[in-house]
């Protein structure tokens, strides 16, 4: 009955009449009179006419609505792709556009951004023509009209896919105000950084120092009015502010701009104080679940449940190679129980798979995963499937030996019957038997040592001579491998703060500092990254001991800075002081001095090198109210900076 003809909403005529909505005598007489207008006239080829949906007398429209409801929603077939036209301008722009290594995008991303600005191109087309927009539902519904059809767009089209439609608006905006550029990823967006160097950087840093607090907006036509004359180069409002962002300047700037407080809040290092003493292999297969045994615990009842089991199985002979048990299902106790399978078996698996765990599908765990099998075989299984070796496996161990623990409150997820449910009156009146804690490592390895030394009925040998048997397939790992694949980065970029790199793994925190070869606090890895964000990569046995320090490169490589150690805590008590800890903690003290000593003096020999200081800007100012604003800039410039030192001499 309705469809789109010549990008115009058409109704069928005869369907009109048919419908008696408007009785043909009716329709002929209103086209005649030109208050329908015909779209295509019935006959020849085309076997009904159509009129232009719109030029249809409002009190007809509303029959129609309330027959058939929006004849707009009801055309489905809006294609996108009619008005999307190749933008050969756009493919130019990608394809000379240049890295700051002077290397060009990748070939892959020039196609995605070109897809890209074509598809802007035409939503940009569609929102600004009114016919158009009709046949996306109007201004009201055509947003997200256009944010469907683009979604149905072929995967050949290597566009972003926009979750929301303020997203998809937003990102139109931003291509309307800045063009292409905009489509550009802040990963690949060049800043020119080395533009600025030498006297330019001076310039732009000591003008941007200036108290009055000039934007990095104000510092460029400061900069735009010497620039000529200076035969410098011209430099972009996202270069300067990158580049003033840098730790190294940002030290300078902020303490001159901001003042010592401000600077302290960022840089100032500190002392970290110790409380403690002033208060009390072929597939390999994991899964994790609660772990269905009470233990005693420090509440009202004086037992709980609370403790969850990551188990790593050998598939082929259900052997389990490794374990772990903590509070909390994450990516820590999988990286735990994976580490000691790989210790026991002393190989790789040739597969290895698991559940969708957030902590297994996190990067950290991923990265693990793509070291940990040959050729990287591994995948999730799919929730709600019966797919997972490990969780058929593991009920069985659940049923056959944990569950036969008295202090089990076979509590799994498919309990049902009596029989598998706990006496909790015996647990109760019993509890004070309860293991702790700290006795669950022992007593689950006397479980595992049973399972593995147990077998299905129908087999001849139990798991673990199944397990020990020789094959030709076998991938050994030594333990230069095990200890470089054991290694987690933090798939976030982290801030080193003033007072270290703070870090928290399963939900206890811990604290890094950077220390030079002489145990001191490293000044000069201070100098540059305070405030800078890093990756962590970490061991996570061995985080009371030390963490390494990586930075990102623009193309999106780890690039090794440091290594940095849990932080010296200092004993503010005399009485609980130990040796040498008093001239351990004056010399962490004296941190925050130097820093400021040595950023105050970069300062200083920056006005040295410019001449542009507080009393330059000073002297400028009253030049200027003097001359009433007519004093050529480039004169100011040359003004003797130390009259407004000689003014005051003599005092």
């Not at 020039?110 to 927009?133: D, G, P, R, S």
Request: hydrophobic share 35%; proline share 3%; glycine share 6%.
């Amino acid at each position: 009955m309705f469809e789109f003809h010549q990008n115009t909403l058409c109704v069928v005529n005869n369907w009109l009449w048919k419908e008696e909505i408007i009785k043909k005598d009716n329709f002929d007489r209103l086209c005649k009179d030109g208050k329908i207008k015909r779209i295509r006239e019935a006959g020849g080829l085309n076997n009904f006419g159509l009129s232009a949906y719109e030029s249809i007398p409002d009190r007809f429209k509303k029959l129609i609505r309330e027959k058939v409801g929006d004849p707009y929603a009801s055309v489905k077939n809006i294609v996108f792709g009619d008005y999307m036209e190749w933008d050969h301008t756009a493919e130019h722009y990608f394809r000379d556009y240049l890295l700051d290594n002077g290397a060009h995008l990748p070939e892959e991303k020039q196609k995605e951004y070109t897809h890209q600005a074509v598809m802007f191109n035409a939503v940009k087309h569609i929102a600004n023509n009114v016919l158009v927009q009709k046949r996306f539902g109007g201004k009201k519904q055509m947003w997200d009209r256009m944010l469907e059809a683009i979604g149905n767009l072929p995967e050949t089209w290597l566009h972003t896919r926009y979750k929301n439609v303020v997203s998809f608006k937003r990102a139109i905006h931003k291509y309307e105000e800045e063009g292409y550029s905009s489509i550009v990823s802040g990963k690949w967006m060049n800043s020119n950084p080395s533009k600025i160097v030498d006297e330019v950087a001076d310039f732009v840093l000591s003008q941007y120092c200036l108290p009055v607090k000039y934007t990095i907006s104000e510092v460029l036509k400061i900069y735009e009015s010497v620039r000529e004359a200076k035969g410098w180069k011209s430099l972009s409002e996202r270069a300067v502010g990158a580049w003033l962002d840098k730790t190294e300047q940002k030290r300078i700037w902020m303490l001159a701009r901001d003042g010592k407080d401000e600077y302290m809040k960022h840089f100032g290092h500190t002392v970290t104080r110790n409380r403690s003493e002033w208060f009390p292999n072929a597939w390999w297969a994991i899964d994790g679940t609660k772990l269905d045994l009470v233990h005693f615990a420090n509440n009202k009842q004086k037992m709980a449940a609370e403790l969850k089991i990551n188990v790593v199985f050998d598939v082929y002979s259900e052997k389990i190679i490794g374990w772990d048990i903590a509070y909390s299902e994450n990516h820590a106790s999988h990286f735990r129980a994976v580490k000691m399978a790989v210790g026991e078996s002393g190989c790789r698996p040739f597969l290895f798979t698991y559940d969708k765990q957030s902590g297994h599908t996190s990067g950290k765990m991923q990265n693990l995963y793509d070291r940990l099998p040959v050729n990287g075989h591994h995948y999730s299984h799919k929730v709600g499937r019966k797919s997972s070796p490990a969780e058929q496996i593991f009920n069985r161990l659940q049923q056959q030996v944990i569950s036969k623990m008295w202090f089990s409150d076979k509590q799994g997820i498919k309990v049902r019957t009596a029989t598998n449910k706990p006496n909790t009156d015996f647990i109760v009146e019993y509890k004070t038997a309860l293991p702790t804690v700290d006795q669950f490592n022992k007593i689950f390895q006397a479980l595992v040592n049973k399972w593995n030394s147990g077998k299905q009925e129908d087999w001849e040998y139990n798991r673990i001579e199944m397990y020990n048997q020789e094959t030709e397939h076998r991938e050994e790992i030594d333990i230069m491998d095990q200890l470089s694949m054991f290694w987690i980065d933090e798939t976030k970029v982290k801030k080193y703060y003033a007072h270290g790199m703070p870090l928290t793994v399963e939900g206890k925190d811990y604290i890094y500092e950077v220390y030079d070869e002489n145990n001191q606090v490293d000044l000069d890895f201070r100098r540059k990254f305070v405030g800078e964000s890093l990756i962590v990569r970490y061991d996570p046995e061995r985080l009371d001991d030390f963490i390494g320090l990586y930075e990102l490169t623009p193309s999106g490589e780890k690039r090794f800075v440091a290594y940095a150690q849990s932080k010296r805590m200092h004993e503010s008590i005399p009485v609980l002081m130990k040796d040498n800890s008093k001239a351990l903690l004056l010399q962490d003290v004296a941190v925050r001095d130097a820093e400021l000593k040595r950023d105050q003096e970069a300062y200083e020999r920056l006005i040295n090198r410019t001449g542009i200081s507080r009393e330059s800007l000073i002297e400028e100012q009253e030049l200027m109210v003097k001359f009433q604003g007519h004093l050529p800039k480039e004169e100011q410039m040359e003004t003797d900076s130390s009259a407004f030192h000689s003014r005051f001499n003599k005092y």
